[in-house]
C-alpha cells in the first residue's frame, strides 16, 4: 500500500527536519504496527477480550459446567442487596480506612525526617525502610503471623512485658481487621517514602529561603511551601494506596482466610471464593464489575485532580 | 579542612532536632526490620526453642533442620526454578514488548495514536482480579492449565510498562536519531542502537519492578496452577499453612527465609539505582 501511495501521488508536502515525516502516513502506520503488534496481541486477548467476556458473564448464571442462561440483571441485583457481599464491601472500606491514612502519613513523615540534610545515616533508613517492599504479601503474613501469636509471639510476649495485652489477634473479630491492614502497612509504605523523598527533592530551595526571609519557622514552613508543593506527589500516592487497598487478598488470604465470622472478608477475597471455589462465575463476574468501576472512579477522580492541579500551575 | 575540624563542624550541626529524628528512625527501622530478623533467625533456631516461652529473638543453639525439613515438604529446588521461570520469563518478555509498542508510541506519528494511548491507559486501570475468571476459561480452554504459558503469556506485555517507557523516551533528545535516519538508518535500528541504549536505566527500573511483582504475586499463581509442582515459591508455601497444613513456625520461617532471599539480595545490591531510578523516571 505504501509503495501504490508513493507512486501514484504527485505531490508530498515537504517534509519538516528530523525527517520522522520523510515518508508517507501509510509507511509510518505500517511500521507502527510492527512495533504495536506483540503488545497488542497479548493486551487484546489477555486483557480486553476477558474484560469484554466478565461483562457477558456477569448478565449470565454460568458456573463453568453446562449451557449458561441470560438472567439479566438478576447477578448486579444480588450484588447489590447480598448481605454477604454488603459486608464484603463494609470490610473493604474499613480496611481501605485504615490502611491508606496509615500508610501515606508513616511515608510523609519519614520522608519529612530524612529530607533533613544534616541527618546521619540517611541512605541506611532509607534502604531499611523500602526492603519490605520486595517480601511477598504471604511471607511478611507468615512472619507478622508468628510475631504475633497468642503463645510463642515475640511482640505478643514485649508488648505483654509493658502492660498491653494482645491475646489472639487474628482470632479477635475486632482486631483481626487492623492486623492484616497493618501488614500492608509495613509492606507498601516503603513504595510511598520512595515517591514521596523525591516529591520532596523536586522542591525547590529558593522557595525555603524565601520563607526563611519572611521569618517563617519550620512548622509554617512545612505548613506554606512543603505540603503545597507536595499536593501533586500526594494525590498520585493516595490514589495508589487507595487502589492497592480496594484489592487486598493475598496476606488476608493467609492470615485469616477472611475470619473471624467473615470479619476480614473483601471483596477480592469474595471474588475469588464465588469464583473459584463456588463457581458461582456469573455473580463473581458482576462483582469484579462493581470493583473495576470502583477503581475507574478513584481514578478518574485522580485525573481530574491531576488536571486541575496543572491547569493551577500554568 | 582538617579532620578534626570537620567532625566539630558535625558535631555543631547536631542539633537536637537531629539527634532527636535520628533516633526516632532507628526505633521506626528497628520495627520495620524486626519481621526480617525474625525470618532469619527462626530459620535456624531448633523447634524447643521456636516453641519455648518466654520466646527470644536469637537462637541459643543454630540448626539446619528447618531448612532440611521444608525442602523435604515441599519440592523446593522446582518451586524456586518456577519462580525463575515465571518472574524471568515475565520480565523478558514484558521489556522487549513494552519497549517496542512504547518506541511506536512516543516516535512514530501514525494515525490513531492518541486514541490508542488512550486505550492504553484505560486498562492501566483494571484491576486484574475483574478479568481472571474470563482469563482463567481462556487459559484453560487452550490447555494451558498448569503450564508456563498460563503463567507469564498473559503478562507477556503490559499497559503500564508501555506507559512508563514511552514517558521515558519522550524525554531523550531527538537529534541523534535524526542523524542515524539521514545515514538511512532504519526504524528499528534507530529504537535497537540509540533508543534502548539510551534508556537502561528505565528497563533497569522496570525490569526489576516486574520481577519483584511477579516473584511476589500470590493470587496469579494460585489461579494458573493446580497441581504442587508447577507451583511458585510464594503459592508453595500458603500450601503449607491452613487447616490442611500445621507446620512448625520454625519450618514456615526457613520456607520464607529461602523465599526472599533472592530479592533481598539482589536488592541489596542494585538498591541506590533501584530506588533512585523509581524515585526520578516518573514511577510518580
Redesign the interface.
Known amino acids: 500500500m505504501s509503495a501504490e501511495q508513493s507512486t501514484t501521488r504527485r505531490y508530498r508536502p515537504p517534509a519538516p527536519l528530523g525527517g520522522r515525516r520523510r515518508d508517507g502516513a501509510g509507511s509510518r502506520n505500517a511500521k507502527a504496527l510492527a512495533f504495536l503488534a506483540p503488545a497488542l496481541v497479548v493486551i487484546g486477548l489477555f486483557v480486553i477480550w476477558p474484560m469484554l467476556s466478565a461483562l457477558r458473564l456477569s448478565f449470565t448464571d454460568a458456573s463453568g459446567f453446562g449451557r449458561e442462561e441470560w438472567i439479566g440483571l438478576e447477578n448486579y441485583r444480588t450484588v447489590f442487596t447480598d448481605p454477604d457481599v454488603f459486608d464484603a464491601v463494609a470490610n473493604t472500606v474499613w480496611y481501605t480506612v485504615l490502611f491508606t491514612p496509615t500508610a501515606v502519613i508513616a511515608a510523609l513523615a519519614l520522608a519529612l525526617l530524612l529530607n533533613s540534610p544534616h541527618l546521619p545515616f540517611r541512605s541506611f533508613f532509607r534502604t531499611a525502610l523500602f526492603v519490605p517492599f520486595v517480601v511477598s504479601f504471604a511471607v511478611a503474613a507468615f512472619a507478622w503471623s508468628y510475631l504475633i501469636d497468642p503463645r510463642v509471639g515475640l511482640l505478643n510476649y514485649w508488648l505483654r512485658g509493658l502492660g498491653v495485652q494482645m491475646g489472639d489477634v487474628l482470632q479477635d473479630p475486632d482486631l483481626a481487621m487492623p492486623a492484616v491492614a497493618f501488614v500492608a502497612v509495613w509492606k507498601l509504605f516503603g513504595f510511598y517514602f520512595v515517591i514521596f523523598l523525591a516529591g520532596l527533592q523536586d522542591i525547590p530551595t529558593s522557595l525555603y529561603e524565601a520563607a526563611r526571609m519572611d521569618g517563617a519557622g519550620p512548622w509554617s514552613r512545612l505548613r506554606h511551601v512543603t505540603l503545597p508543593m507536595l499536593s501533586n506527589t500526594m494525590a498520585f500516592v493516595l490514589v495508589f494506596a487507595m487502589i492497592a487497598a480496594l484489592q487486598a487478598f493475598d496476606q488476608i488470604y493467609v492470615m485469616t482466610g477472611g475470619g473471624p465470622y467473615g470479619n476480614t472478608q473483601t471483596v477480592v477475597m469474595e471474588i475469588y471464593e464465588s469464583g473459584f471455589r463456588k463457581l458461582d462465575i456469573g455473580f463473581a463476574s458482576a462483582l469484579s464489575y462493581v470493583l473495576l468501576i470502583a477503581t475507574l472512579l478513584l481514578s478518574l477522580v485522580q485525573f481530574v485532580f491531576f488536571g486541575r492541579k496543572e491547569k493551577d500551575l500554568s | 579542612m582538617s579532620v578534626a575540624e570537620k567532625s566539630r563542624r558535625r558535631l555543631r ?3 537536637p532536632s ?1 539527634v532527636l ?2 533516633l ?2 532507628l526505633a ?2 528497628a520495627i ?5 530478623a ?2 532469619v533467625l ?1 530459620a535456624f533456631k531448633p523447634v524447643a526453642e ?8 536469637l537462637p541459643d543453639a543454630w540448626t539446619l533442620d528447618n531448612l532440611r525439613q521444608i525442602t523435604a515438604d515441599l519440592p523446593f529446588a522446582r518451586l524456586i526454578a518456577n519462580s525463575f521461570a515465571f518472574a524471568g520469563g515475565v520480565t523478558a518478555f514484558a521489556l ?3 519497549s ?2 512504547a ?3 512516543a ?5 490513531g ?1 492518541r486514541v ?1 494511548l488512550v486505550v ?1 491507559i484505560a ?1 492501566l ?3 486484574f ?10 487459559v484453560s480452554d487452550l490447555g494451558w492449565v498448569n503450564t508456563y504459558a498460563a503463567l507469564i ?7 503500564f510498562g ?1 506507559f512508563f517507557l514511552r514517558q521515558f523516551f519522550l524525554g531523550l533528545p ?1 537529534d541523534l536519531d ?1 542523524a542515524a ?2 545515514d538511512g538508518a532504519s ?1 528499528f535500528r534507530v ?1 535497537r542502537s540509540i533508543v534502548l541504549p539510551n534508556a537502561v536505566p528505565a528497563l533497569l527500573t522496570l525490569g526489576l519492578f516486574t520481577f ?1 511483582n511477579n ?5 496469579w499463581p494460585l ?1 494458573f496452577t493446580t497441581k504442587a509442582e508447577m507451583g511458585t515459591i ?2 508453595g ?2 500450601l503449607l ?2 487447616p490442611s497444613g500445621i507446620v512448625p ?1 520454625g519450618v ?2 526457613a ?2 527465609l529461602i ?2 532471599l533472592p ?2 539480595v539482589a ?2 545490591f542494585v ?2 539505582r533501584f ?1 533512585e531510578n ?3 523516571t516518573g ?2
Open positions: 550541626e547536631l542539633r537531629t529524628a535520628t526516632a528512625l521506626v527501622s520495620v526490620l524486626l519481621p526480617i525474625v525470618i527462626t521456636v516453641n519455648a516461652y518466654p520466646p527470644s529473638l522487549v514488548f513494552d517496542l509498542a518506541y511506536a508510541l516516535r512514530i506519528d501514525f494515525t495514536r490508542l492504553i486498562t486501570m483494571i484491576p482480579q475483574a478479568t481472571l475468571i474470563p482469563l482463567y476459561q481462556l503469556a498473559p503478562r507477556a506485555a503490559d499497559a508501555i531527538r535524526a535516519r539521514i526504524e529504537f519483584v516473584w511476589n504475586d500470590l493470587l489461579v510464594t503459592s508455601l500458603t499453612t491452613g513456625h514456615m520461617m520456607g520464607s523465599a526472599i530479592l533481598v536488592f541489596l538498591q541506590r530506588i523509581i524515585a526520578t514511577l510518580k
